[in-house]
Nanobody, 124 residues
Framework: QVQLVESGGGLVQTGDSLILSCAVS????????MGWFRQAPGKEREFVAA????????YYADSVKGRFTISRDNAKNTVYLQMNSLKPEDTAVYYC?????????????????WGQGTQVTVSL
């Protein structure tokens, strides 16, 4: 099994920055791709960003491209999401997810493990 624990959410103002962390434990070697998703009230869970444990490629949703940065620290088994220029529409519960699949997917069903989520609220 793989356990994911997110941290770093909170209440910020428009234009502020926030960094989320996702600590991965357990059978981490079985995971290939790490992703961040978010879900706002009344909306479906949506892809935000993804990265593989190896290589330099990163993937972003158009809505966050240029503002968010996903990164990883392999030694710490931790994935980060740096969020800059936050907007009220970024308000959501943010989830970390891990996939055993080599393909970097944007659909939640492609991910095998999920964290409990961390709330990010951006006020006007």
């Amino acid at each position: 099994q793989v356990q994911l624990v997110e941290s770093g959410g909170g209440l910020v103002q428009t234009g502020d920055s926030l960094i989320l962390s996702c600590a991965v434990s357990g059978r981490t070697f079985s995971t290939v791709v790490m992703g961040w998703f978010r879900q706002a009230p009344g909306k479906e869970r949506e892809f935000v960003a993804a990265i593989r444990w190896s290589g330099n490629s990163t993937y972003y949703a158009d809505s966050v491209k240029g503002r968010f940065t996903i990164s990883r620290d392999n030694a710490k088994n931790t994935v980060y999401l740096q969020m800059n220029s936050l907007k009220p529409e970024d308000t959501a519960v943010y989830y970390c997810a891990a996939s055993r699949n080599m393909h970097v997917g944007t659909f939640p069903k492609l991910y095998n493990y999920w964290g409990q989520g961390t709330q990010v609220t951006v006020s006007l």
